[in-house]
């Protein structure tokens, strides 16, 4: 089962570099701009050291029962990227096993990473702004006007490090339309903090339009791992 696991991945695999690939041809960038982070949810820790043998180095849960018990089944050195909806609560948890947090959209969860951080990691906690594109927080994400207090924070935090922003599509929205407001919600980031170029976005059935507007990483799951079976 393991042989024909990762002979399965090596062709997803394959075929999602691919498309990166083919996207930041038809954008005029190098292939070498976009990373791909494997989204591992509901998945093994057996399938991730199946793609870390085959060349992946960056991979994102969202759960932190499931990334903490994951991340310390998993014998390969990874890259972990947090990518869910986060609770204060959870601060402790995560950052014990995550390089980098995506999914940051308020102070009072980035105060709690930074007092975390500082007790419990060696070196900082990369941090991503999470911002919402259509201005609704309820499904996660920092609205406009908040983002500037936020990123000022973070970025003088002692124990965190901005990276960027990151962002998921809103239901119902074109992806172009998504991922053009995006890109202009992370320049307007790096006018105040340059090295802040970080831009997560796009995921399986939209990475090719979040490349062509930018993203510096795409999120990918279904195409990589398959359909998401909880009973795997």
Known sequence: MTDARRAELAENLTEVRERIGRACVAAGRDPGSVSLVAITKTYPAGDVDLLASLGVTDVGENKDQE????????????RWHFVGQLQRNKAKS????????????????????ESAAGRLRERPLDVLIQV????DP??????AT??????SYVAAAGHLRLGGVMAVAPQGWEPERAFDA???MASRLRADHPDATVVSAGMSNDLEAAVAHGAT?????T??????NTLR
């Open 67 to 78: 990334a903490a018990a994951k991340a310390a089944a998993v014998t390969a050195s990874l």
């Open 94 to 113: 995560v950052v014990t096993y995550a390089d980098v947090v995506e999914s940051v959209d308020s102070l009072r969860l980035a105060t709690a990473l």
């Open 132 to 135: 919402s594109i259509d201005g």
């Open 138 to 143: 309820a499904r996660g994400g920092a609205v």
């Open 146 to 151: 908040d983002i500037p207090a936020l990123a």
């Open 182 to 184: 995006l890109a202009g």
């Open 217 to 221: 990483h795409v999120r990918i799951g």
């Open 223 to 228: 195409s990589l791992l398959g359909m998401r």
